[in-house]
């Protein structure tokens, strides 16, 4: 069994650590957060990730936490990199937070392997390769070896993985990692360092490319009466598409795709290639989280001064993620029309996310005297939404669906207008003109 040292302790570096120490490996995670280390230290966990804590409770003597770099490293083998990588301005990838671990790294004789979790543009290793055998770190070797893990399911990802992507100059530094990771059953893909960096974007591109495709479906299925469901479904079985990342909804957000498939379609850009695709894929992202307020104004005219209710705030469901999440897009939209909005998320801190807003305790203080409620992460507790209470408590019992989460027949046959993403509207569906939507036509 090894010693490793994780750096960075977000979502990413404790299920890492959490995932190791359950193989067997002794962990110290390092994070330059002193208050989420002492928490750590005291048994809480920052972040709400199914099954992390009990994985960190149960593992607790191969793990430890500290704030210190020498800590971390010391008696290591292997080092992890799982410090964030946001977009800036440019879209380019930001990564002061893994140069400043690379710059951290002491000298010393000992052999380590620092290995790359954070997603980065391809040629980083490159440059990381250089940069230490400029500072003399020879003994320091280095390996791609991306993350696919999904939030919100992120322990079973790392233990039932679809392959483990292994990308090293040398390949003695690549059978170490690979050996760490014994005991997951699992393809191994060997690479060179550049092409493991360019599988983990290529990987979120594609599946960010299948959801604004399936999402532009879903437009045409409204205009023309089919349902994106029905066709997910029939498209799905052919075994060259297969089914997954198929749900027409509300937009992809998260910490990964919005950023990965700007990060690739910089990368591209600044080596002289202008990735069309993706800007195509990117666009229809930020149209489709904005159809929601067309849909709204359809039924209910102009927004100002009505009430809607956004039922989830997480970017989806099972975590407590909000970084790209259609929400804010959506909360901020409907705030400039001059619309009340009230929210509710079973884990976002509604008040702190979205001040603007009035943060409901439950889903029937969020739809009371709403106008409209809008599903925005498709959480469990959503699902019986159309339930006669729920329509007592509306002023208007409007539900626009952007996950496609409930039974259109159902929510109809309780009395609620309902409209998904690309499925049929029926005409019974628009709300009866109110004397005040007559007059906002008119005008
Ligand atoms: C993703 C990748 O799945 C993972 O491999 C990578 O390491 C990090 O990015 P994550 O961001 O946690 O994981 O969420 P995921 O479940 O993949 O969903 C991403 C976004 O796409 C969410 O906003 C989700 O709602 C949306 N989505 C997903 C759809 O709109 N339709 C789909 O069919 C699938």
Known sequence: MARIGVFGAGYVGLVTGACFAELGHDVVVRDVL??????????????YEPGLDELLAKNAERLAFTTSVAEAIDGAEVVFVAVGTPPTYS?????????TVVDELPQGERDLVLVMKSTVPVGTGEKIRNALDQRGLTNVGYVSNPEFTAEGRAVHDFAHPDRIVIGAFDEADGDKVEALHAGIDAPIVRADVNSAEMIKLASNAFLSTRISFVNEIANVCELVGADVQKVAEGMGLDHRLGPHFLRAGIGFGGSCFPKDVSALKQLAGNSGYHFQLLSAVIEVNELQKRRVISKLQRHLGRLRGKRIALLGLAFKAGTD??????SLVLASRLIAEGAAVSAWDPIV??????PQAEAAES???AVRDADAAVIVTEWDQLRDLARPE?????????????RNLLDPAQARAVGFAYEG?????????????TPERQHELEA
């Open 91 to 99: 879209g380019d990838a930001d990564l002061s937070a893994v140069w």
């Open 390 to 402: 729920i329509r007592d408590l509306m002023a208007r019992p409007l539900i626009v669906d952007g």
């Open 363 to 365: 889903i029937e203080d």
């Open 349 to 354: 801190d509604a008040a702190r996310l979205l």
């Open 421 to 433: 993403i690309g499925r049929p509207v029926s005409f019974g569906d628009v709300l009866p003109e």
């Open 321 to 326: 993620d909000t970084r790209e999440a259609p």
């Open 34 to 47: 002193e208050e989420k280390i002492e928490q750590l230290r005291a048994g809480q966990v920052p972040i």
